[in-house]
T-cell receptor, first 114, second 115 residues
Framework: KAGVTQTPRYLIKTRGQQVTLSCSPI?????VSWYQQTPGQGLQFLFE???????NKGNFPGRFSGRQFSNSRSEMNVSTLELGDSALYLC?????????????FGDGTRLSIL | AQKITQTQPGMFVQEKEAVTLDCTYD???????LFWYKQPSSGEMIFLIY??????QNATEGRYSLNFQKARKSANLVISASQLGDSAMYFC????????????FGKGTRLHILP
């Protein structure tokens, strides 16, 4: 069974640009979550989608947005990029949203802002 | 207040020894799930073990076990017979029920296994 696939693996952008990251969950998984990981802040929750609906959102500005498609694939968009957006962005999928269901992570997209 | 606390930023352990990574959590829910993840230097997050709040027995998965003490709100990860490949960052996480039921991660413990 294929794992969670994130594309691209690496991305270099400049300030002010926008970026779209993609995540394909494990087949059959309907929940997709996004996280930002930086050395200083650790792993911070961005948002979670289930059946194309955003269920939860972390404390990030409106420049960070996402969506989920009917096949459960998800995209995350960051507009007007800032230097502080440089981070590893991780996507995770799970079968559902129950407390007993672990999330399975992709390898991440490493975003660097110049 | 932090919901997940991992008090050990870093640990050094001799190969083949057992190691315990601490995790305490804060919740008023009766139903919740606790998870441990491993993140090697390559970056991927690997799910290790799960413990449900209603589970009466401690969870075990191969060399990993979870020392669950509900009254103390403690969910420590125990790795038996550590190996060099166990060197990694380890994260404790919790998911509650309710409207705000996102998974919350601790800040992690970096484990170094010494040969």
């Amino acid at each position: 069974k294929a794992g969670v696939t994130q594309t691209p693996r690496y991305l270099i952008k400049t300030r002010g640009q926008q970026v779209t990251l993609s995540c394909s969950p494990i087949s059959g998984h309907r929940s997709v979550s996004w996280y930002q990981q930086t050395p200083g802040q650790g792993l911070q929750f961005l948002f979670e989608y289930f059946s194309e609906t955003q269920r939860n959102k972390g404390n990030f500005p409106g420049r960070f947005s996402g969506r989920q498609f009917s096949n459960s694939r998800s995209e995350m968009n960051v507009s007007t990029l800032e230097l502080g957006d440089s981070a590893l962005y991780l996507c995770a999928s799970s079968l559902g949203t129950g407390t007993h269901q672990p999330q399975h992570f992709g390898d991440g997209t490493r975003l660097s802002i110049l | 207040a932090q919901k997940i606390t991992q008090t050990q930023p870093g640990m050094f352990v001799q190969e083949k020894e057992a190691v315990t990574l601490d995790c305490t959590y804060d919740t008023s829910d009766q139903s919740y799930g606790l998870f441990w993840y491993k993140q090697p230097s390559s970056g991927e997050m690997i799910f290790l073990i799960y413990q449900g709040s209603y589970d009466e027995q401690n969870a075990t998965e191969g060399r990993y076990s979870l020392n669950f003490q509900k009254a103390r709100k403690s969910a420590n990860l125990v790795i038996s017979a550590s190996q060099l490949g166990d060197s990694a960052m380890y994260f404790c996480a919790m998911r509650e029920v309710g409207r705000d039921d996102k998974i919350i991660f601790g800040k992690g413990t970096r484990l170094h296994i010494l040969p």
